[in-house]
């Protein structure tokens, strides 16, 4: 029993070192569970938007904590063991029309599954990947060729370019 016990705490401890490992790889912070009292949280009227990279967005919630904003973003549906890449990318441009719109740099924002809080940290390097996806994005706009990003049978089937897109997987 005693072993047993060790060797689920060694692979959980094997898990939690992969998945950081794999995370840093990325460059993305991985969020750091956190509670939040979601009384506090202050629906947002209308989307904010930054001319300058032609962005715009709403965030579900704000909530303001010792004088900063920090926008909520709230996902259905299954909790992962860390946000998906595509949730820490929104959450990061919600921090940046933050920014823009209030003057104010938020030190993290959230991500607020089904049963589990996430602090996505907006450091200076989630920022600059952000600017360098919209860059991206804003050259791939006129573009008539661009080749799919991921392999992601599922992502496809509730695309909603589905019916016009000529690479969807099954
Ligand atoms: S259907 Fe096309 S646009 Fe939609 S997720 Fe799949 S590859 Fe991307």
């Given at each position: 029993?005693?072993?047993?016990?060790?060797f689920?705490?060694?692979?959980?401890?094997?898990?939690?070192?992969?998945?950081?490992?794999?995370?840093?790889?990325?460059?993305?912070?991985?969020?750091?569970?956190?509670?939040?009292?979601?009384?506090?949280?202050?629906?947002?009227?209308?989307?904010?938007?930054?001319?300058?990279?032609?962005?715009?967005?709403?965030?579900?919630y704000?909530?303001e904590?010792?004088?900063?904003?920090?926008?909520?973003?709230?996902?259905?549906g299954?909790?992962?063991?860390?946000?998906y890449?595509?949730?820490?990318?929104?959450?990061?441009?919600y921090?940046?029309?933050?920014?823009?719109?209030?003057?104010?740099?938020?030190?993290?924002?959230?991500?607020?599954?089904?049963?589990?809080?996430?602090?996505?940290d907006?450091?200076?390097?989630?920022?600059?990947?952000?600017?360098?996806?919209?860059?991206?994005?804003?050259?791939?706009?006129?573009?008539?060729?661009?080749?799919?990003?991921?392999?992601?049978?599922?992502?496809?089937?509730r695309?909603?370019?589905?019916?016009?897109?000529?690479?969807?997987?099954?």
């Amino acid at each position: 029993m005693l072993y047993l016990a060790l060797f689920l705490i060694f692979l959980a401890i094997l898990f939690f070192w992969q998945s950081n490992r794999q995370r840093r790889q990325a460059g993305l912070p991985g969020g750091r569970i956190i509670y939040t009292d979601t009384r506090a949280w202050g629906e947002v009227e209308k989307p904010f938007f930054y001319s300058e990279m032609g962005l715009t967005g709403k965030p579900d919630y704000l909530v303001e904590q010792n004088g900063r904003i920090i926008p909520v973003e709230v996902k259905s549906g299954r909790t992962p063991e860390v946000p998906y890449d595509s949730h820490i990318f929104q959450v990061a441009a919600y921090c940046l029309l933050v920014e823009k719109t209030f003057g104010k740099r938020p030190p993290y924002g959230i991500i607020h599954y089904s049963n589990r809080d996430f602090a996505v940290d907006y450091t200076p390097e989630l920022e600059s990947a952000l600017l360098d996806q919209l860059a991206e994005m804003r050259r791939d706009e006129y573009r008539t060729d661009v080749a799919r990003s991921h392999e992601d049978a599922v992502r496809c089937r509730r695309c909603g370019f589905r019916k016009v897109c000529d690479q969807k997987l099954a």
